[in-house]
Nanobody, 127 residues
Framework: QVRLVESGGGLVQAGGSLRLSCPAS????????MGWFRHAPGKECESVAS????????YYGDSVKGRFTISRDNAKNTVYLQMNSLKPEDTAVYYC????????????????????WGQGTQVTVSS
């Protein structure tokens, strides 16, 4: 069983920053890519960013480009999401997810492409 545990969420003022972490653990953790998604009340789940464990692929949703940065630490099986210049519309529950499938880059933009999910961490940005 693979376990993902997000941390780093909280309450921050607009313009502030937060850094989310998601260490992955399990008896035999094997993943090709990791993604961050967010879900705000009344809205659909949104792909925020994704990264492969190898290579230079990264993806960012249009709403976070230039403000958020996804990174990984392969030795620690951990993925991070650095969030800068936060806006009230970034308020949501943020989830990290792991995919086991090797596929083209666009594959990792969909929630359906991920096999394991964390429990989520709340990010609230006040105006």
């Amino acid at each position: 069983q693979v376990r993902l545990v997000e941390s780093g969420g909280g309450l921050v003022q607009a313009g502030g920053s937060l850094r989310l972490s998601c260490p992955a653990s399990g008896r035999t953790f094997s993943s090709t890519a990791m993604g961050w998604f967010r879900h705000a009340p009344g809205k659909e789940c949104e792909s925020v960013a994704s990264v492969r464990w190898s290579g230079n692929y990264t993806y960012y949703g249009d709403s976070v480009k230039g403000r958020f940065t996804i990174s990984r630490d392969n030795a620690k099986n951990t993925v991070y999401l650095q969030m800068n210049s936060l806006k009230p519309e970034d308020t949501a529950v943020y989830y990290c997810a792991a995919s086991r499938i090797y596929a083209s880059d666009s594959y990792y933009r969909s929630t359906a492409s991920y096999d394991y999910w964390g429990q989520g961490t709340q990010v609230t940005v006040s105006s």
